[in-house]
C-alpha cells in the first residue's frame, strides 16, 4: 500500500486544535528564521522543537520516518556537492587531484541539508495536523477568493487520486508488455508516454465530469453569499499562541542581526 | 473437507493440464492489510472460470499475481510460459516480468480508459503486439483480424478515446485479443454495459473460450456466471471459500449467504420448488422451462 498523499493525522491533541491561521504563520516565520541563521545547533534545535511539537500532536513514527526517508536524497546530495564544488577554510581533511575536502566544506553542506530539513519539518507541523478543509478555509478567510481556495482543495484532494490513477494505468499498459526498463535513458522516458497521454485522457474526463457534478449543485450561482457548516475562530489560546510566536520570531532575530547569533556553522557567535 | 458440500482446493500439484497453479499464495499490501491467505488452486488449460467474492475478498489481488502484476509475499504462482523450464511447461512468475508473462497471460483491466492512448483504433490494438517485438506483416495481420472478430473495422482509424463507453471496452478487450496470449483475465468486463452490449462481449469472450484459451473473469455479476462459466472460484477475506463446478457452487447457496453472493434469481426460485420435483441446480431459464415441462407432462 502506498504512502497516502492526505497527510493530517487526525487526532484530538492541543496542536489539532490551534487555529489552522496560527499555524500558517508559524510556518512563515519558522521558514524566515531558518532562512536567518546559518548554525548547525540552532538547526538541530529547531529540528529537536519541531519533533517535540509533532509527536505532542500524536502523529504517529512511521509519518515522521517517511518525512526523513524523503529527505534522505537531499540529506546526502547537499553536503555531497557543497564539498566538492565549494572546498573552504583553512583545515584541509582530504586532498586527492581537484578534490579538496574541508572541515568548514563539510559544516556548511550539512548545516544547508539540517536547514532544509527543519524547514520541511515545520511545513509538516502544519500539514499533519491540519486537515484540508481547514487548511483551505484558513486561507479563505485570509483573503484567498472561495473559488481559489476550491481548486487548491481539489487539488489536494485528486493527488491521492491521480497517484492511484498513476499506478493502474502504468499496471495496464504494463500488461500489454510494455517495458520501463528497456534502454538508454530517453527510450525509458519515451516509453512513459503511453502512461502519461492514457491518465491525461483519464484526467480530462474526470475534470469534466467534476466540473459539470459541481454545477449541478449549484456551485457558482450569481446572487448567493456562501455560507458555511464549519467556521474557524480565533479563541483566545489562538491569540496567546500567536502573541508568543511573534515574541520568539523577535527575539531570535534581534539575536541574529544584533549579535550575530548563529552567522557560523559551528560556533553560536 | 469431507464434510464440505464442494472442494476448496485445487490441486497443488502441476499436471500437463495445468494453466495456472498457485501453491500457498499470501500477501499481504505494505505489511499491514493481508490480501490473500495461504491459495492453493489449479486452473486448467481451456478452463472457463468465474472468480466471485464481495469487495475486498481478494478477486483482483490474485488475478494480478497471474500476469506478475504483484508478486507472491509467500507461496508460489506458476503458470504455463512459452519458454518452459518444467516438464509441465510451468514457470514461477517470480522469475518472470509482467512483459515476458504478458505473452501467456492477457489482462483486460476493468476501465478501458486506463490502457486507450493511441490516435486510432488501429494502433490502439497493434500496441501490445509491438512491445512483443513481432514483425510488422504479422503485427497488421493480428490487427486486421482483431479488428474483424470484434466488429471494429468501421472504428480502426477513429481516435478509441472519444467512442462511446461500450466500444472502448470492445477495443480495451481486442487491444489484449490481439496479444494472442493463452489465458485471459478480464477484470469485471461489463460493469456500465448495456445488456446489449454484455452479451456481445460475453458471446466474443465464449468464442475465445472455445478456441483454447483459458478465461478467468472477475466479475459481481452472478446471471453471467452461470450463464457462462464451468467453474467458479468463491473468495472470501482472502482464501478460497469455493472452488467447484459453477453449478455445484450455486447449488450450495446457503454456504454463500455471508460472501454476499446469491444465485441468480432463476436458481433461487428453482430451490423453492424443489419439494415439487424441480432440481435443485438449474441455472438458466431455459433449464427451469424444460424442468417444468417435464414437472407438468
Known amino acids: 500500500m502506498s504512502f497516502s498523499f492526505d497527510l493530517y493525522v487526525q487526532r484530538r491533541s492541543w496542536l489539532h486544535a490551534v487555529d489552522p491561521r496560527v499555524k500558517l504563520a508559524f510556518v512563515f516565520l519558522g521558514t524566515l528564521l531558518m532562512l536567518a541563521f546559518k548554525n548547525l545547533f540552532v538547526m538541530l534545535l529547531s529540528l529537536v522543537v519541531t519533533h517535540l511539537l509533532i509527536f505532542s500532536a500524536g502523529v504517529p513514527g512511521h509519518k515522521v520516518k517517511w518525512v526523513w526517508k524523503t529527505m534522505l536524497p537531499i540529506n546526502i546530495l547537499i553536503p555531497t556537492l557543497w564539498v566538492i564544488f565549494y572546498p573552504e577554510g583553512p583545515t584541509v581533511l582530504f586532498q586527492f587531484w581537484f578534490l579538496k575536502v574541508t572541515a568548514l566544506s563539510i559544516l556548511r553542506g550539512v548545516s544547508l541539508a539540517l536547514r532544509l530539513d527543519a524547514i520541511a519539518f515545520i511545513c509538516f507541523t502544519w500539514l499533519f495536523t491540519t486537515d484540508q478543509a481547514s487548511l483551505v478555509r484558513s486561507l479563505v478567510k485570509l483573503g484567498l477568493p472561495f473559488e481559489w481556495g476550491l481548486v487548491l482543495a481539489i487539488g489536494l484532494r485528486y493527488i491521492p487520486t491521480f497517484y492511484g490513477l498513476y499506478t493502474i494505468v502504468s499496471e495496464a499498459q504494463q500488461a500489454r508488455a510494455l517495458d520501463l526498463t528497456r534502454g538508454n535513458f530517453f527510450t525509458r522516458v519515451r516509453s512513459y508516454l503511453p502512461i502519461l497521454i492514457a491518465m491525461l485522457i483519464s484526467a480530462l474526463r474526470t475534470s469534466e465530469q467534476l466540473a459539470r457534478a459541481m454545477e449541478s449543485r449549484a456551485l457558482g450561482l450569481p446572487g448567493i453569499q456562501r455560507t458555511c457548516l464549519r467556521d474557524i475562530r480565533f479563541r483566545p489560546a489562538d491569540y496567546a499562541y500567536t502573541a508568543l510566536l511573534i515574541a520568539i520570531f523577535s527575539f531570535l532575530l534581534t539575536l541574529r542581526f544584533q549579535f550575530g547569533l548563529g552567522t557560523h556553522p559551528l560556533y553560536l557567535f | ?275 415439487f420435483g424441480m432440481p435443485d441446480d438449474v441455472l438458466s431459464v431455459e433449464e427451469f422451462y424444460a424442468a417444468y415441462c417435464r414437472l407438468g407432462g
Not at chain 2, 467474492?53 to 494480478?64: C, E, W, Y
Not at chain 2, 497488421?140 to 466488429?151: M, P, S, T
Open chain 2, 1 to 275: 473437507m469431507a464434510d464440505e458440500p464442494f472442494r476448496t482446493r485445487g490441486s497443488k500439484l502441476e499436471t500437463p493440464n495445468s494453466a495456472i497453479v498457485v501453491q500457498d499464495l499470501w500477501y499481504s499490501y505494505g505489511g499491514e492489510v493481508t490480501a490473500l491467505r495461504g491459495i492453493d488452486l489449479e486452473i486448467q488449460d481451456g478452463d472457463y472460470v468465474a472468480v466471485i467474492g464481495q469487495n475486498g475478498s481478494g478477486k483482483t489481488t490474485l488475478v494480478k499475481h497471474f500476469n506478475g502484476l504483484l508478486k507472491p509475499a509467500r507461496g508460489r504462482v506458476l503458470v504455463k510460459g512459452l519458454d518452459s523450464r518444467t516438464c509441465s511447461g510451468l514457470r514461477d512468475t517470480a522469475d518472470l516480468t509482467v512483459g515476458q508473462l504478458a505473452q501467456t497471460v492477457g489482462y483486460v483491466f476493468q476501465n478501458p480508459d486506463h490502457q486507450i492512448f493511441c490516435d486510432t483504433t488501429r494502433e490502439e490494438l497493434a500496441f501490445g503486439p509491438r512491445n512483443l517485438g513481432l514483425p510488422e506483416a504479422e503485427v497488421r495481420g493480428r490487427v486486421e483480424e482483431a479488428l474483424a472478430r470484434f466488429d471494429l473495422k468501421e472504428y480502426a482509424d477513429r481516435p478509441p478515446a472519444v467512442l462511446g463507453y461500450g466500444l472502448r471496452r470492445k477495443i480495451g478487450v481486442a487491444a489484449v485479443y490481439a496479444m494472442r496470449p493463452r489465458i485471459f483475465i478480464l477484470d469485471e468486463p461489463t460493469t456500465g454495459l448495456d445488456w446489449r452490449s454484455t452479451m456481445e462481449l460475453m458471446d466474443l469472450i465464449g468464442e475465445m473460450h472455445r478456441r483454447g484459451h483459458t478465461i478467468l473473469l472477475v466479475t459481481h455479476d452472478m446471471k453471467l456466471v452461470a450463464a457462462f462459466s464451468q467453474k467458479s472460484l468463491v473468495l472470501r477475506d482472502g482464501q478460497v471459500l469455493a472452488y467447484d463446478e459453477t453449478r455445484t457452487v450455486f447449488k450450495h447457496s446457503e454456504v454463500l449467504r455471508d460472501t454476499q453472493i446469491e444465485p441468480p434469481q432463476i436458481t433461487q426460485l428453482a430451490k423453492r420448488m424443489v419439494p
